[in-house]
């Protein structure tokens, strides 16, 4: 079965940096789009950002553009999501997706690691 873990996340001062990492199996990567959305607490999931199964198409949500950079490696089936300039409004737990969508629910996706960021 389809199988996400996310790494990476940490607590950090605005303004800084973190790379998360969603670790798949169980499927054949390179095929699917793939997908980061986020979760902030007492508010709904977010949409964040998209990237096609050959990584030459990429979308993001306003509220990370060029700040977030999504990318991934097909040899190694992971997805990673660069995140620059943080926020405290960036604080949520971060959940990768399968699959290519600008939609906030989707599934499946990986238990999720926390980012916190303080002002």
């Known amino acids: 079965q389809v199988q996400l873990v996310e790494s990476g996340g940490a607590s950090v001062n605005a303004g800084g940096s973190l790379k998360l990492s969603c670790a798949a199996a169980g499927f054949t990567f390179r095929d699917y789009g793939m997908t980061w959305v986020r979760q902030a607490p007492g508010k709904d999931v977010e949409w964040v950002s998209t990237?096609?199964?050959?990584?030459?198409?990429?979308r993001y949500a306003d509220s990370v553009k060029g700040r977030f950079t999504i990318s991934r490696d097909n040899s190694k089936d992971t997805l990673y999501l660069e995140m620059n300039g943080l926020q405290p409004d960036d604080t949520a737990v971060y959940f990768c997706?399968?699959?290519?969508?600008?939609?906030?629910?989707?599934?499946?996706r990986g238990q999720g690691t926390q980012v916190t960021v303080s002002a």
């Open positions: 997706a399968q699959g290519y969508s600008t939609r906030a629910i989707i599934f499946p």
């Open positions: 990237i096609n199964n050959a990584g030459t198409s990429t």
